[in-house]
């Protein structure tokens, strides 16, 4: 990055400081993950120059010569990848693509159900604070206290005392699978179109490691940067009835026009998605998000649900007796990166909650095997008993192990030349 460095050395210092970090820690935040080569360089194309407003063949500038082939290749892509009638591949990311799911079949006041943030759900599925719980009326359920899990007779209950017009199924701290026929028998019930919100998992789902919500769900509504591997950037999918709608509310209900250079990366990634090596990471994300639960189990963590069928393992560190902003700092001090989360029924607030979020995407993207977990997990049980006695040797002791694994599973896409 020659040319960066020499325009803005201190922009260009600080991406290469980025590069460094991300290559030296444990990157177990499960929405993050390590693009490859091929995607970061479509990343970084002059397809950013062009202004396309509309869609292949209905555009509003001339010269697509090019961007009509690639938009479609990624939507070709998209389709054929989840076996959906209708891909649109513009959204600028997961929030707007959901916020145009509401501009195609609600107005301003209507009812939309969706799971509560601090029970798992994501802020647009009608969360107060979100545009989608001020413009909308946000109808939440959970999941039962005892199991852990989405409680579906709450949801049926709800959905036909509130009748929501859109009822949302998915979020971003399930550890469990989706349930999407029975989600689909609820909204058929009450004639909601029902929304299945897949951008956590959906690289799981690409990759036959989760069930696809394709033929029960009416919409998907996916991000392609989580466990899809792709570029910033989402996809709206339906079946051919929801098509028009969902493309009038993308373009030109919300947005202007298209990332194509993003357009190209996703199509990249969905390339990259329907090949064999993809199935394989899809399963060990599993099967490493399984193994480590299991070993953190062993420790006395508690987890959410008490386990994972996905990528993410949701812990509440009550029984540990630290809470999670100061447990995910000493972790980060460690090289261990995750998030601190609200648990369901949590007692504390949602800025200092009881609970991290660990996933192992990135992880996985860099080949670490299952048998590597027992060693990741004994990092994490140290570092909480060091960080509640005050104990930062131990937090260095822990980083040092943590960079020679780093060391040892270079990450995809590192170093950018
Ligand atoms: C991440 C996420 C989104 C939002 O995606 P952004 O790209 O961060 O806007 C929406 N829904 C779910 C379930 C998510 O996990």
């Not at 980025?18 to 360089?41: F, G, H, M």
């Not at 956590?200 to 392609?224: F, Q, R």
């Not at 202007?256 to 990249?268: D, F, K, M, Q, W």
Request: charge should be negative; aromatic fraction near 6%; glycine fraction near 10%.
């Amino acid at each position: 990055m020659s040319q960066l460095l020499s325009t803005d050395p201190e922009i260009a210092a600080l991406v290469a400081a980025e590069e460094q970090l991300q290559a030296d820690t444990l990157r177990l935040i499960p929405s993050e993950n390590y693009v490859s080569a091929a995607v970061l360089e479509a990343t970084g194309t002059v397809l950013q120059n062009k202004y396309s407003e509309g869609y292949p063949g209905k555009r509003y500038y001339e010269g697509q010569q090019n961007i009509d082939q690639v938009e479609t290749l990624a939507i070709d892509r998209a389709k054929a990848l989840f076996g959906v009638e209708h891909a649109n591949v513009q959204p600028y990311s997961g929030s707007p693509a959901n916020l145009a799911v509401y501009l195609a079949f609600l107005k301003p006041g209507d009812t939309v159900l969706g799971m509560a943030l601090p029970m798992g759900g994501h802020l647009t599925h009608g969360w107060g604070v979100s545009a989608t719980g001020s413009w909308f009326r946000g109808v939440q359920y959970g999941v039962d206290r005892a199991t852990g899990r989405t409680d579906l007779d709450q949801v049926r209950d709800l959905a036909l005392k509130e009748r929501p017009k859109v009822i949302f199924c998915g979020g971003t701290a399930v550890p469990r699978t989706i349930d999407f026929p029975a989600f689909a028998e609820i909204a058929r019930e009450v004639g909601a179109v029902l929304v299945a919100d897949i951008a956590h998992i959906a690289g799981l789902v690409a990759g036959g490691a989760h069930p696809s919500p394709a033929g029960h769900a009416d919409v998907i509504s996916t991000t392609t940067h989580k466990t899809l591997r792709g570029p910033r950037g989402a996809m709206l999918m339906s079946t051919e009835e929801h098509a028009r709608a969902i493309d009038r509310a993308v373009f030109p209900g919300l947005q202007g026009g298209p990332h194509n250079h993003t357009t190209a990366a996703i199509a990249v990634a969905l390339k990259e998605a329907s090949g064999p090596d993809f199935r394989a990471y899809a399963a060990q994300v599993v099967g490493n998000a399984r193994a480590l639960g299991e070993q953190l189990a062993a420790r006395g963590f508690d987890l959410v649900s008490g386990g994972t069928d996905n990528h993410l393992l949701l812990i509440d560190l009550t029984s540990k007796d630290i809470p999670g902003k100061v447990a995910a700092k000493a972790l980060d001090r460690a090289g261990i990166v995750v998030n601190y989360n609200s648990v369901p029924y949590d007692t504390r607030k949602p800025f200092d909650p009881s609970g991290i979020r660990i996933g192992t995407p990135s992880l996985t993207s860099r080949g670490i095997p299952a048998s590597e977990m027992a060693a990741v997990a004994e990092w994490i049980d140290r570092t909480v008993l060091a960080a509640r006695a005050g104990d930062e040797d131990t937090v260095a002791k822990v980083r040092a192990e943590v960079k020679e694994l780093m060391d040892a599973y270079p990450a995809p896409g590192l170093p950018v030349g």
